[in-house]
């Protein structure tokens, strides 16, 4: 019998991590906000970072704002990303707190767009995923534009995905188009793949 394609077994596993993400309580979102923020700006400065790419997380999502206003405190560029109908990403600094609901309902910076290159002048890249791997596969939620910016990119920065501590997985079905990630950050690590 042939296995399921990775696009089923992707689809059912987005299903099941988006529920327990659902079922999270405060205390556990708390708890995993304070140490993934740590590891944020523990790798920032590891790295050196005077520019990165950010995304503005989700209410289920592990939350990056608090990073994202630590970097901003610190002086560090940052640059958002902003969904195009043609599948790319545009990037803004953003305006002070100032933001929109993008094409898919996703919260997104409002600021002057930059083009989808700008992103080539960072120092670090920090993407959400469903889950990643210890190989660096990265499973996003299935919309590509991440997977397309990563792979037109010349000179690509460290990447790093942003999850749970649960959402490192053996292994995550792969397609053709997945870009490998760098390392993820969760409440508890940073894994470097």
């Known amino acids: 019998m042939p296995s399921e394609p990775a696009a089923q077994r992707k689809r059912a596993l987005r299903a099941e991590i988006r529920e327990r993400r659902q079922n999270m309580s405060s205390n556990e979102?708390?708890?995993?906000?304070?140490g993934l923020t740590e590891n944020l700006e523990s790798i920032t400065v590891d790295l050196s970072a005077r520019s990165v790419a950010c995304y503005l997380s989700t209410p289920f999502e592990p939350n990056t704002r608090p990073f994202i206003n630590w970097a901003e405190a610190q002086g560090i560029r940052v640059l958002f990303p902003v969904s195009r109908e043609d599948g790319l990403l545009d990037w803004t600094v953003g305006e002070e707190n100032v933001e929109t609901e993008g094409i898919y309902g996703l919260p997104e910076a409002v600021g002057e767009l930059l083009g989808p290159i700008a992103v080539n002048d960072v120092d670090l890249i920090v993407v959400p995923a469903s889950a990643v791997d210890s190989h660096g596969v990265r499973m996003g939620w299935g919309r590509g534009y991440f997977d397309?910016?990563?792979?037109?990119?010349?000179?690509?920065?460290?990447?790093y995905a942003v999850v749970f501590d649960?959402?490192?997985?053996?292994?995550?079905?792969?397609?053709?188009?997945?870009?490998?990630?760098?390392?993820?950050?969760?409440?508890?690590r940073i894994l470097s793949f």
Not at 167 to 186: M, N, Q
């Open 166 to 188: 649960s959402e490192v997985l053996d292994e995550v079905p792969r397609e053709r188009h997945d870009e490998p990630v760098s390392g993820a950050i969760t409440p508890t």
């Open 148 to 159: 397309k910016t990563l792979g037109s990119m010349e000179r690509c920065p460290p990447v």
């Open 29 to 34: 979102r708390d708890a995993a906000t304070a």
